[in-house]
């Protein structure tokens, strides 16, 4: 049974970091591409970032990039999330997502609880 579990959440002041670490459990990890999603109060669950197998393949949504960085460490069987320069629109819950398959693709086929991230203003 597979298992992602989120940590790293918080509350943090604008401008501020936090890096959301998830570890995931019940298959071989390096084969399967990972992503990371966010869901505010109010609004749909939203695509942040993924990165596929091998960590060459990077996708990030246009409202994060350059400011947050996903990457994997195939040995740990752990996904992070660095996010830098955080904003009050920011705010939600992350939620851990791994893919079907090594690439990414638009709909993951497991998800974790979710962190809580707060940013004040």
């Known amino acids: 049974q597979v298992q992602l579990v989120e940590s790293g959440g918080g509350l943090v002041q604008a401008g501020g970091s936090l890096r959301l670490s998830c570890a995931a459990s019940?298959?071989?990890?390096?084969?399967?591409?990972m992503g990371w999603f966010r869901q505010a109060p109010g609004k749909e669950r939203e695509f942040v970032a993924a990165i596929d197998w091998t960590s060459l393949y990077l996708f990030y949504a246009d409202s994060v990039k350059g400011r947050f960085t996903i990457s994997r460490d195939n040995a740990r069987d752990t996904v992070y999330l660095q996010m830098n320069s955080l904003k009050p629109e920011d705010t939600g819950v992350y939620y851990c997502?791994?893919?079907?398959?090594?690439?990414?693709?638009?709909?993951?086929?497991?998800w974790g609880q979710g962190t809580q991230v707060t940013v004040s203003s």
């Open positions: 997502a791994q893919a079907s398959m090594t690439f990414w693709t638009t709909t993951p086929e497991y």
């Open positions: 019940g298959r071989t990890f390096s084969n399967y591409a």
